[in-house]
């Protein structure tokens, strides 16, 4: 089945037209810009890269410019737009409405504008992607893979906040957890890669990228995961704190006299491995900055290495036991000091990593020593693989 997915966000728009029967990506690529001047869409398939700088004033004209780009005699992928069996959209948030993938229809959407509250940089892109695509191909059944919807088997024991438990009732604060569809994928892939059912499985799967997450994956469940309510908590990120005492917060507002948005502004964008080092978001320019040796970068991945650590244990506890770690996106799958920094310490679990093995990149294998009782994964996250093959099966259960 040919599955289009789309990735939206307020001002660009990524694309992958997937045929899942091979897992084959057929064609894809970015929209940027949207809205802002200098609008481009840069469009790979068939070996060739095409980029096209033209005015893209909203996200109708460019999924236009992306169908005219899959339908292209030249460096297209479709014959057809007939083709194209569903749309699979990433989507944020789901609130506690939305478990699993959906097909869309309107009472669906009117569930997603009621999330928006609660995502209002992403839900909002995504139902503008979502209404474009619906104008342009009208008959192509459209679903919604959410980055929350993994994590809603979390027992409420995980998820309520020691706040007043009005809180959750009327503003529905709790936590909800995201890369839910990275965690899920990777959680699959591990228990092909173990030749073991995901159903006996209990896992530690660490989402290591600009943004972070850390999850407890029990018999194919997500039961905890490290981040909450929005997109901060959990080990130190890019530019995100991490765990920080909430009493900090509002000292520190009044203290040097910030609003409310100008602290959230800190917390998700200059925190983390920026704030603490001062020189980079970016993990490969810390790394390199600690290597000649600024010790404020070395201390920034020292906490991100730490938190990670504790993460694991207390999901290991969490779990009443670990039987693999993995590791994945950008950092997780290619920085072996860091896999390395996060490992050591943890021989006591019985995971002991393979230095030689550990020294690859982004590719899928298993870096534990023969005798450790705890394997240790690096698998490449594919989110766009696993949003098409969610699409493909509820639109072949719903043809069926
Ligand atoms: P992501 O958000 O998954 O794209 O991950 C982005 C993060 O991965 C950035 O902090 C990059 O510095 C980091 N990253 C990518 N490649 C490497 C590498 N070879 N070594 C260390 N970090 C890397």
Same mark, same amino acid.
């Given at each position: 089945m040919k599955v289009l997915v789309i990735n939206c966000g307020s001002s660009s728009l990524k694309y992958q037209l997937i045929d899942t029967a091979g897992e084959q990506v057929l064609a894809k690529g970015l929209v940027e810009r949207i809205g802002i001047e200098g609008s481009l869409i840069t469009h790979r398939a068939r070996g060739q890269k095409v980029q096209q700088q033209t005015e893209i004033p909203d996200h109708k004209v460019a999924i236009k410019l992306v169908v005219d780009a899959l339908l #292209?005699? $030249?460096? /297209?992928? @479709?014959? #057809? @737009? $007939?083709? %194209?069996a569903a749309v699979g959209h990433r989507v944020v948030h789901g609130g506690e409405k939305f478990a699993d993938s959906v097909i869309i229809n309107d009472e669906v959407m009117t569930t997603l504008s009621d999330c928006a509250d609660l995502a209002p940089l992403h839900n909002p892109a995504n139902i503008i992607g979502i209404k474009a695509c619906q104008g342009l191909l009208p008959n192509v059944p459209q679903v919604a893979v959410f980055d929350t919807a993994f994590h809603q088997t979390m027992p409420p024991q995980a998820y309520?906040? /020691?706040?007043?438990y009005e809180y959750y009732e009327?503003? /529905? %604060?709790?936590r909800y957890g995201f890369h839910g569809t990275s965690h899920k994928y990777v959680s699959q892939r591990a228990a092909k890669l173990l030749g073991r059912p995901l159903a006996d499985l209990k896992l530690v799967t660490c989402h290591l990228g600009n943004g972070s997450s850390i999850t407890a994956v029990k018999d194919g469940q997500s039961i905890d995961t490290s981040l909450g309510f929005g997109t901060i908590s959990g080990t130190i990120m890019g530019t995100r704190s991490g $765990? +920080?005492?909430?009493?900090a917060i509002p000292y520190i507002m009044e203290q040097a006299g910030l609003s409310a948005a100008e602290m959230n502004d800190i917390l998700y964008k200059k925190s983390g491995l920026l704030g603490i080092s001062g020189i980079s978001s970016d993990a490969r320019d810390v790394e390199e900055a600690a290597n000649n040796g600024n010790q404020r970068a070395r201390l920034a991945l020292d906490i991100l290495c730490y938190l990670t650590r504790k993460y694991i244990g207390a999901y290991a506890a969490a779990m009443g036991g670990l039987d693999a770690i993995v590791f994945t996106a950008g950092i997780g799958e290619n920085s072996v000091t860091i896999r390395n920094q996060i490992c050591q310490g943890l021989e006591f679990l019985g995971a002991k990593l393979d230095p030689t093995k550990n020294n690859t990149r982004g590719q899928e294998i298993d +870096? #534990?020593?023969?005798? #450790?009782t705890v394997r240790i994964l690096i698998i490449p996250t594919n989110e766009e693989l696993m949003i098409a093959q969610d699409t493909a099966e509820l639109v072949g259960k719903k043809v069926n």
């Open positions: #292209s005699p $030249d460096h /297209g992928a @479709l014959k #057809s @737009l $007939d083709e %194209i309520i906040y /020691g706040l007043p009327q503003y /529905g %604060i709790r $765990d +920080v005492d909430p009493a +870096v #534990s020593t023969p005798d #450790s």
